[in-house]
């Protein structure tokens, strides 16, 4: 997170409050989240989380590019 610019209180709200959340395609025991980040020029923050695991586990987290235009 660090190297890339990430704040964790984005990751928190980001999973807190989703503007968008869909099960991963390819691992049911994952879900992405997204969330505009208006503090970085509003792109969207995608973070996986296992939401199986007691608690939830954050697995990765960026900026998804491809998701800016999706929200």
Known sequence: MERR????EW???????PER???DPYDR???RF???I?????????????????PWRVVSTFFDSAMRGGL
């Open 29 to 31: 025991s994952l879900e």
């Open 11 to 17: 990751v928190e709200r980001a999973v807190a409050a």
């Open 5 to 8: 610019g990430i704040r964790p």
């Open 38 to 54: 208006t503090e970085s020029d509003g792109k969207v923050l995608r973070v996986v989380v296992n939401t199986e695991s007691d």
């Open 34 to 36: 997204f969330r505009r």
């Open 21 to 23: 959340r869909v099960r």
